[in-house]
């Protein structure tokens, strides 16, 4: 497999991997003195399953930041869809096509859960605040037409039982699921999903993992992943980044990671005599 | 028998369809909420995909005698690939969705089928794992394409996919399909459906056109249902029941099927339907039941007050009014009150505001719930039935429904008792045969055409009624030469929320014990409002406050069962309550939970002597078994108590 190969590769399973889609040069990020970032590149490529793992605080989530224009780095660029990518607000990030999901779970708990899809939207509303707010017209139309979109976000993710219920009455593997629906809601064209396992028992992980195989599979959507769940990781994604105190110490396909001895020694330690 | 003729040429589900298309053209066939929106089709849009589907079937090459296997949940599709399949001279297999790979495996290899509809990947992954038991299958259709982009299609096709073809090529089948439908008579295999096998491998019962159309004509007429109707299909598709609801009697008077959007959102969905027919078993009226009273509990003191207030004036006229007896004017006019400000919005809640005719089956189903229902003016009836009658053997005439029988004979239907108390019926919807299975075919349908239902019942004097008091294997004699019945005391002591399980003994001896199995969460959260201290199971059970709860039940029970002259023998003169629960890893019950009687009888032989010897308490050491499969043993001291037995009716003559 040629990794260097610009028209992308294809995977074990017979899917095409297309160019790159984003690409991270030489990303330094700071916190005072604190390097939580040192120097890491990489790319990830349209339609692939793009894992990032490491020990705890090795940086992943910060690196999830910088991508997802939260942190801006104060060293390096971000390439996106073939073009160099200023500083930006979050808002702006997303409305390039790139949604997200958090670690800990981020939704509006008062809300019901076609509520909380429904802001998954917004990005892509036209109609001003007040049209919206009597109804009329366009933002009528408007509305039935993303309201549309969602509902097929929730046939999706079979969550159509729970479409009303407020969020807070929801247990945790729910909550997540409906997380995840409000990204997808969004179309994006990179998706990022921060520890979409954690505190999941096992049939909720198969669910989970079930779910961003096909969200990959259906809508073509390239996907960027933490996960701490080995097993999971190495069965999901196409290609792994490894990060250990900040650094990047592997990069490649699960099977290379796997057998890397720098990976090795930062999960299992080494002995500093 | 007598043989009739179908009514004007409508000798099949096909030919009903053509009639509904002249008849009820634009009015809604079928529903199903997708994407949070009812999506309707008239009868016309319907018959138009059924024919589309049908072609599409052909061009796979679908033959004369085939067996089409559906699994999936209850949708629009899947009960169109059901006539498809009748117009292309095949004949539809439903399957339980939730069947594991292997019990797939026996009934597709059984019925041989060439053909698998499915509805999603699971139920095509399964078809694929079990391919090498099964080879005979050469199409899978399925209706769901989400993952599925990656499976082999080389045998495989997606519905739509399928129904685009025939469209498309309708000039070449055109013709086949027109001579195909035409060759179905009355007597030609409408569908085959598989027993659910509780005791041994499932049987295909073969049902003819004859069998459904009759029976549908039949029960549609008892109960008046037509066109305008609308039922909700959630119950299983390979179950008889759902059939006759949503295939027979929905073609027969072209009422409107709808579908649920998942098996999850049913509740919803009953209410924004608001069915005018509904079918349920008795479970889901409990569960009902249950919400309702948890929420009382929980609702403010006035709306509480109103609650028991008018639920009181319900259940003392509610019925009466339901089945047009005279009641006083004041209690008419708190009926009418209690309507508006109760029992209105409480049906609307529970999504019956419509229900003109409601059943339950399936099982006994407790008299407190029943008329709970009954009292707030819906109109719940009981039936009798089972595969092999293409459902109905009995069932309640408006105006005549009571909780402890299942009604007169169905239209059409005659039953007789025979001299062991076994019910036997005969019937238009009389099965034609089990498939493959001429012995078993022979040891239950006799050549009159009489089938032995398994089930011993009597006929009510007066009424008329049939009364089922238990299987026929398990009624026996007691000494003195009454009527022993089992199954019938114990329906009677589980109706308390207190008894989860009960066995009854008795046969051969002077008089009936009983073991009891307490319901951990009902007298826990007794035993908490109570402020009783307990520790584990076992202690809860033996606790004495609980027994004498318990023994209360048992003499009320007593007292209801010396009410039957028939029965009286049966009261429960000691029990005891058992120190754990009876278990399917114990062999006690089966994974269906049914009671294993005559594996209790050996495990507990201590404690049946015990009760019988008249000891007031016992020591006993029980092995149980873990749920992985390690094994320990119990020891616990049992309190053998009496319980009141009511005076018996004696029988005037003997």
Known sequence: MNMQNPEGYTTADGRQIGGVLMEMKNITLRFGGVNAITGITFDIREGEIRAIIGPNGAGKSSMLNVISGFYVPQEGEVWFRGAKRPPMKPYQVANQGIARTFQNIALFEGMSVLDNIMTGRLTQMKTGLLAQAIWWGRAQAEEIAHREKVEKVIDFLEIQHIRKTPVGRLPYGLKKRVELARALAAEPKLLLLDEPMAGMNVEEKEDMSRFILDVNDEFGTTIALIEHDMGVVMDLSDRVVVMDYGKKIGDGTPDEVRNNQAVIDAYLGVSHD | ?654
Not at chain 2, 6 to 29: D, E, F, W, Y
Not at chain 2, 226 to 245: K, S, T
Not at chain 2, 443 to 459: I, L, P, Q, R, Y
Not at chain 2, 569 to 578: D, T, W, Y
């Open chain 2, 1 to 654: 028998m007598n043989v009739t003729e179908a009514p004007s040429g409508l000798v099949s589900i096909p030919a009903l369809l053509a009639r509904n298309v002249v008849v009820h053209g634009n009015k809604a066939a079928y529903r199903e909420k997708e994407f949070g929106i009812w999506q309707s089709w008239t009868w016309a849009e319907a018959a138009e995909e059924i024919l589309a589907m049908a072609m599409g079937f052909l061009a796979l090459g679908l033959e004369r005698g085939d067996y089409v296997a559906i699994i999936g949940r209850n949708r629009p599709q899947l009960y169109w690939s059901m006539v498809a399949a009748q117009m292309c001279g095949a004949i539809p297999v439903p399957l339980y969705q939730d069947a594991v790979a292997e019990e797939m495996a026996y009934v597709l290899d059984h019925c041989g089928s060439r053909f698998v509809v499915c509805n999603d990947q699971e139920q095509v992954d399964k078809i694929l794992e079990i391919e090498g038991k099964v080879p005979h299958i050469e199409q899978v259709v399925y209706l769901d394409k989400r993952g599925m982009r990656k499976y082999d299609h080389s045998r495989m096709n997606a519905m739509a996919d399928v129904i685009a073809e025939g469209r498309a090529g309708h000039h070449r089948f055109d013709t086949e399909l027109a001579k195909r439908i035409a060759e179905l008579t009355y007597d030609s295999t409408c569908v085959m459906l598989y027993t659910s096998g509780t005791t041994g491998k499932p049987k295909g019962v073969v049902l003819s056109n004859r069998n459904i159309i009759e029976t549908s004509k039949n029960s549609s007429e008892f109960d008046h249902l037509r066109a305008g109707d609308e039922v909700l299909a959630y119950l299983p598709m390979a179950w008889v029941g759902d059939f006759i609801f949503s295939i027979g009697q929905a073609m027969w008077t072209g009422f409107c099927v709808n579908c649920p959007e998942s098996p999850a959102t049913m509740m919803t969905d009953l209410r924004e339907i608001g069915p005018t027919y509904f079918f349920a078993p008795p479970r889901v009226f409990e569960t009902q039941l249950t919400n309702v009273m948890i929420r009382m509990e929980d609702a403010g003191r006035f709306k509480k007050w109103l609650f028991d207030r008018y639920m009181a004036v319900a259940r003392r006229v509610g019925p009466d009014i339901l089945d047009g007896n005279p009641v006083s004017g004041s209690d008419k006019f708190a009926y009418w009150l209690g309507n508006i400000l109760v029992y209105g919005p409480l049906k609307n809640t529970l999504g019956f505001s419509r229900v003109r005719v409601g059943y339950t089956a399936g099982e006994a189903i407790g008299p407190e719930i029943f008329s709970f229902y009954r009292s707030l003016g819906i109109n719940l009836k009981q039936l009798y039935g089972q595969t092999e009658a293409s459902v109905f053997i009995t069932q309640q005439p408006d105006g005549q429904v009571r909780a402890d029988t299942v009604g007169v004979p169905s239209p059409g239907v005659e039953v007789k008792i025979a001299d062991n108390g076994e019910v036997f019926y005969r019937s238009p919807g009389t099965f034609v045969k089990y498939y493959k299975n001429a012995d078993s075919t022979a040891s239950t349908k006799d050549a009159e055409g009489w089938v032995a239902t398994g089930d011993a019942g009597f006929f009510e004097d007066g009424t008329g009624h049939l009364r089922i008091i238990d299987r026929a294997k398990d009624v026996g004699k007691m000494a003195d030469g009454s009527l022993f019945a089992p199954k019938y005391v114990e329906n009677k002591l589980k109706f308390y929320p207190a008894i989860l399980e009960a066995v009854v003994f008795g046969a051969d001896r002077a008089f009936c014990t009983t073991f009891i199995n307490i319901d951990l969460n009902a007298v826990g959260n007794w035993a908490e409002r109570n402020n009783i201290a307990y520790s584990s199971y076992q202690e809860l059970s033996q606790h004495p406050r609980v027994l004498e709860m318990i023994r209360g039940h048992v003499g009320e029970v007593n007292q209801s069962v010396a009410a039957d002259p028939m029965l009286s023998g049966c009261q429960v003169h000691r029990f005891l309550i058992l120190h754990k629960e009876l278990d399917a890893d114990d062999g006690e019950m089966t994974r269906t939970r049914k009671v294993r009687r005559r594996v209790i009888e050996e495990k507990f032989a201590d404690l049946i002597d015990a009760l019988y010897a008249g000891k007031s308490e016992i020591y006993t050491e029980t092995e149980v078994t873990y749920e992985d499969g390690r094994k320990g043993a119990i020891k616990a001291t049992l309190t053998l108590a009496d319980a009141a037995v009511a005076p018996a009716q004696k029988v005037a003559a003997e």
